[in-house]
């Protein structure tokens, strides 16, 4: 077992043929800080050029899941203080994903347990994405204020339909399955056959193929490709398909079935602004080619977030004060101005996320 890092937040090491990259935080449920998101890099730097190095897994430690996210505290305390973490953090964080999805060797990423936030950037961008019977994939982001970001608006915009839209918009948990039908995952393998799948990975030939690498994972898999969202479509297709929050709330008061009505509570819950923002986002995505433009486009909206009251006050609600009871600003949707909303939409900051060239 040869070390690439120390072995704290961040564990980097070489098993066999494979670059094992596990995150290391099981207390917090391997939530990623700045320092992780350095260490994964400087991982995939040795991993890609080690010609012994035929796959790179990404795992989690503990039991509980891959990633809830990003350090959210440590956000929340540096905008407080009008501070930069968010800029730094975030740029970094989004040319690491913009790199995982172009990585030139397989990337394995077990999405097993909790996969939310930021552990999303780190997973869904992989060539291959397995998940379990356990997994609980989110993007919660509007209910703090804020937007799928991390390549989300990217990812969401490429679901069936307006599965994207509708997962984006709540927060709702996507399992397994779902999963794959939303185009975030490839193969569901049962939890008790990760050890197995990682061994074989271990075991890989060098320069072994992407395709190659489907076909072991296959061997492992149970097939499954929809969950029960996809059953849901149609009436989500109905309920989404608007580029205004106001319609999209006026078609779910207009059926009286209990999916709506609790969709309908679902979307009360959240920040207006960050509805809106998030849909006008989720369509602009839809009409862009590459996963660099959409994650250019995040930044100049995070960066917007991240000064703002709305972030401020839905992370005060959701992990600090754990209230649960967030007073958004605005508090209706229909107060969301044009003039609120174009800041974030602006050219400013975008010109800090350069991404190199692909390899």
Request: charged share 25%; net charge negative; aromatic share 6%.
């Amino acid at each position: 077992m040869n070390d690439v890092a120390a072995e704290g937040d961040l564990i980097a090491r070489k098993e066999g043929s494979a670059g094992i990259i596990r995150l290391n935080r099981p207390k917090a449920i391997n939530a990623v800080t700045l320092e992780m998101f350095h260490d994964i890099d400087k991982a995939l730097d040795a991993f890609e050029v080690d010609p012994d190095v035929a796959v790179i897994v990404l795992e989690g430690a503990g039991e509980r899941g891959l990633c809830a996210g990003g350090d959210i505290r440590a956000l929340w305390e540096s905008s407080k203080v009008k501070g930069d973490l968010g800029k730094i953090l975030w740029r970094d964080e989004y040319i690491l994903n913009a790199r995982i999805k172009t990585f030139p060797k397989p990337y394995v990423a077990f999405m097993d347990g909790i996969v939310m936030g930021g552990g999303v950037g780190l997973s869904a961008h992989a060539r291959h994405r397995v998940v379990t019977e356990r997994t609980k994939l989110a993007m919660p982001e509007v209910g703090l204020g804020f937007f799928p970001d991390v390549g989300g608006t990217y990812l969401l915009s490429r679901s069936p339909g307006e599965v994207g839209t509708y997962f984006g918009l709540t927060g709702t948990t996507m399992n397994g399955p779902d999963a794959i039908y939303a185009k975030f995952a490839d193969a569901v393998v049962p939890s008790a056959k990760l050890p197995a799948l990682r061994e074989a990975l271990t075991k890989v030939a060098p320069r072994t193929s992407s395709d190659e690498i489907d076909r072991l994972i296959a061997g492992f898999a149970t097939g499954e490709k929809s969950g029960p969202v996809a059953a849901m479509q149609a009436r989500i297709d109905g309920w989404f398909a608007h580029g205004r929050m106001e319609d999209i709330v006026a078609a779910l008061e207009a059926d009286g079935s209990e999916l709506a009505q609790a969709t309908l509570k679902t979307l009360g819950e959240k920040s207006p602004r960050g509805m809106v923002v998030t849909l006008k986002l989720l369509r602009l995505a839809r009409a862009t080619e590459t996963l660099e433009e959409c994650l250019v486009r995040e930044y100049r909206a995070a960066l917007e977030v991240f000064a703002s009251d709305d972030f401020r006050e839905g992370v005060r609600a959701a992990v600090i004060d754990k209230d649960r009871n967030p007073k958004w600003s605005p508090a209706r949707i229909e107060d969301v101005t044009p003039e609120m909303l174009a800041p974030y939409f602006a050219g400013v900051g975008a010109d800090e996320l350069k991404f190199p060239d692909s390899k």
